[in-house]
């Protein structure tokens, strides 16, 4: 089992009027600080506000007909995705999320008439409960990352990025499951090998780069990040998003939280646009030095989902409690 560039091309077909191409605009700011384009995929413009409705669209329309309903952990987004998608097929969806999971996301996924099942402290606790409800209600589960369909959907963001930029030298993929990075990493590849697609993620609980630099999946400890939508592990029986983000990634880079807040408010006071911690990994990778651009480089900015009190603190300046650690406020420009 795979994912092909023709499967990518077939999950265009299935999202089409659902979760149309976004734009992919130049960021001027970025552009002079890095010397060369700096293009932002606006997956912000979703309906969900994220990336992840092409592949909870892309799995729950292809599900068999007469199928009873769809069940998914999630930190927030792919909820929201599968959610969203259940509701257009007329389909019951119960979206497991642990604790950590920011109270802004799970209000979304209530308003789309979904059912919301609170467990546990981690992702793990998240899926064991998904899992159950498979056994004991007949519902399909809908992995946020490790789906053949998932990944497919997700592919089409890489599609659309080389399709409008043939010239890229780099594609900067925010990193957690990689679901994203696999489908964007066979896209971009499958039309130009030469384009290096690195993956990006937080310091803190970096499960698949710790699994590529380890040979198999591990797992790590979940503890709260401003990218919050990037916690989580990869799964210790992963069958697809390790083998893709293995083969196919040129890297992977970590940055901090302090480069996550700086990236956030230059996105927000350099181009006026609010985005999640996790959407702003890959400016962040280029504003603090860890990826230096030798042509045009795109990123996705992957999701707006954010609580817009905690928005507030960081755009204010204001120290930002991580549970284990504070944040330290720094002012913009200061
Ligand atoms: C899920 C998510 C990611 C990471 O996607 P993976 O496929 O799990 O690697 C990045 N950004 C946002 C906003 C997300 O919701």
């Known amino acids: 089992m795979t994912v092909s560039l023709a499967d990518i091309f077939a999950a265009r077909l299935t ?12 960021s001027p700011y970025m552009t002079a600080r890095a010397g060369h384009d700096v293009l932002m995929k606006l997956e912000t413009c ?3 506000g994220a990336f992840k409705l092409r592949g909870a669209v892309n799995a729950v329309m292809n599900l ?8 998914c952990c999630s930190t927030g987004n792919h909820g929201r995705g599968v959610a ?9 969806a119960v979206i497991c999320m642990s604790e950590l999971v920011p109270q802004a996301k799970v209000d979304g996924i209530r308003a789309l008439g979904a059912e919301v099942c609170i467990i546990g402290r981690s992702q793990d606790d998240a899926l064991a409960q998904s899992l159950r409800l498979v056994a004991a209600e007949g519902l399909v589960e809908i992995s946020p990352f490790d789906d053949p369909k998932v990944i497919a959907g997700q592919g089409t963001i890489g599609l659309e990025m080389i399709e409008a930029r043939p010239d890229l030298s ?29 993956g990006i993620t937080m310091d803190r609980g970096a499960a698949m780069h710790a699994s590529i630099a ?3 999946p591990v797992e790590v400890e979940e503890v709260p990040s401003l990218a919050d939508s990037l916690g989580g592990g990869i799964g210790m029986d992963n069958r697809l998003s390790f083998p893709l983000c293995r083969d196919h990634l040129d890297g992977t880079i970590l940055v901090t939280e302090e480069d996550i807040r700086d990236a956030m408010q230059v996105l927000f006071y ?3 646009m609010v985005a999640e911690g996790a959407s702003v990994v890959g400016l962040a990778a280029i504003l603090s030095g860890k990826v230096r651009p030798q042509g045009p480089v795109g990123t996705i900015i992957t999701g707006r989902n954010l609580d817009m009190g905690m928005f507030h603190r960081i755009m204010a300046g204001e120290d930002i409690d991580l549970g284990d650690r504070t944040l330290k406020g720094k002012r913009y420009g200061a």
């Open 64 to 71: 068999p007909e007469g199928v009873a309903g769809v069940t």
């Open 46 to 48: 979703q309906p969900i």
């Open 270 to 272: 350099e181009d006026r």
């Open 15 to 26: 999202l089409r009027g659902q979760a149309d191409a976004t734009p992919f605009v130049p």
């Open 84 to 92: 969203y998608a259940a509701a257009r097929r007329g389909i019951r």
């Open 214 to 216: 380890a040979g198999h």
């Open 170 to 198: 780099m594609a900067l993929v925010p990193l957690s499951g990689g679901g994203l990075a696999a489908g964007v990493a066979v896209a971009v590849k499958a039309v130009n090998p030469a384009v290096q697609v690195i």
